[in-house]
Antibody, heavy 119, light 115 residues
Framework: QVQLQESGPGLVKPSETLSLTCTVSGDFISSQYWNWIRQPPGKGLEWIGYISYSGSTNYNVSLKSRITISVDTSKNQFFLRLRSVTAADTAVYYC?????????????WGKGTTVTVSS | DVVMTQSPLSLPVTLGQPASISCRSS???????????LNWFQQRPGQSPRRLIY???NRDSGVPDRFSGSGSGTDFILKISRVEAEDVGVYYC????????????FGQGTKLEIK
C-alpha cells in the first residue's frame, strides 16, 4: 500500500525559505509523478507543482519564480522549497502521487503538514 | 487560465436523499485524445483529500457506487444517490486537460452537510 508522509518545520519566518520533505513508501519514486498541493486555512486547494519520474518539473505559474521541487531516488523522497515566504504562504501542505495518466491528477495523498509563516 | 466554478457552495442534504454538485469550466475539457480530464475529490473534516472520480465518470477503487460522475465539454456533475453520514465534507472538481503548460485547476469546493 502506497503511503506518503510530509515532514518539515511547522514555523517559518517571513522572507525565509520553506523546506518540506515527502517520504514515499510502497512505491518507487522513480516512477510516475509526484506533486505538492497546499490549502490555506479555511480555503480551497492549490496545486503547487510536480516532479516526474524523469526528473522534469512543472510548476504553478503563480508560484514558479519561488519554487523548486527536487527528488532523491536513493531515499525515495521528494522535496519542496518555497523561497521568500509571506503570511500568504501559511497553509497545510500535501504531497501526493500522480496518476499513471498525468491528466488524471493525484491518486494517493499524504496526511499533510501545517506550515505557519510568522515572525 | 481555465477557471472551474462549482455550485452550490453549500449543500445541506437529508440522510438517504440524493445530492448533486455542478462543476463548470471556462473552457472545454475535451482533450485531443477525445477524453475529458475532470476529476472529483472528497475532503472529509480533518482529513486529506481523496480522489473519488477520474476522467469524468470512473470511480476510484473503494469508492461506493452511490457516487457517480457525468458530463461533457464544460459542464460536469457529481451525484450521490443516497447521502450517508460519512459523506459529510467538501467536494472539489479539478481539471487536468489544459496542462501543461498550464496547471491543474481546482473548483472552489462544495461543502456537503447533513440537515
Amino acid at each position: 500500500q502506497v503511503q506518503l508522509q510530509e515532514s518539515g518545520p511547522g514555523l517559518v519566518k517571513p522572507s525565509e525559505t520553506l523546506s518540506l520533505t515527502c517520504t514515499v513508501s510502497g512505491d518507487f519514486i522513480s516512477s510516475q509523478y509526484w506533486n505538492w498541493i497546499r490549502q490555506p486555512p479555511g480555503k480551497g486547494l492549490e496545486w503547487i507543482g510536480y516532479i516526474s519520474y524523469s526528473g522534469s518539473t512543472n510548476y504553478n505559474v503563480s508560484l514558479k519564480s519561488r519554487i523548486t521541487i527536487s527528488v532523491d531516488t536513493s531515499k525515495n523522497q521528494f522535496f519542496l522549497r518555497l523561497r521568500s515566504v509571506t503570511a500568504a504562504d501559511t497553509a497545510v501542505y500535501y504531497c501526493a502521487r500522480g496518476d499513471e495518466t498525468v491528466f488524471n491528477g493525484m491518486d494517493v495523498w499524504g496526511k499533510g503538514t501545517t506550515v505557519t509563516v510568522s515572525s | 487560465d481555465v477557471v472551474m466554478t462549482q455550485s452550490p457552495l453549500s449543500l445541506p442534504v437529508t440522510l438517504g436523499q440524493p445530492a448533486s454538485i455542478s462543476c463548470r469550466s471556462s473552457q472545454s475539457l475535451v482533450y485531443s485524445d477525445g477524453n475529458s480530464y475532470l476529476n472529483w475529490f472528497q475532503q472529509r473534516p480533518g482529513q486529506s483529500p481523496r480522489r473519488l472520480i477520474y476522467k469524468v465518470s470512473n470511480r476510484d477503487s473503494g469508492v461506493p457506487d452511490r457516487f457517480s460522475g457525468s458530463g461533457s465539454g464544460t459542464d460536469f456533475i457529481l451525484k450521490i444517490s443516497r447521502v450517508e453520514a460519512e459523506d459529510v465534507g467538501v467536494y472539489y472538481c479539478m481539471q487536468g486537460t489544459h496542462w501543461p503548460p498550464g496547471t491543474y485547476t481546482f473548483g472552489q469546493g462544495t461543502k456537503l452537510e447533513i440537515k
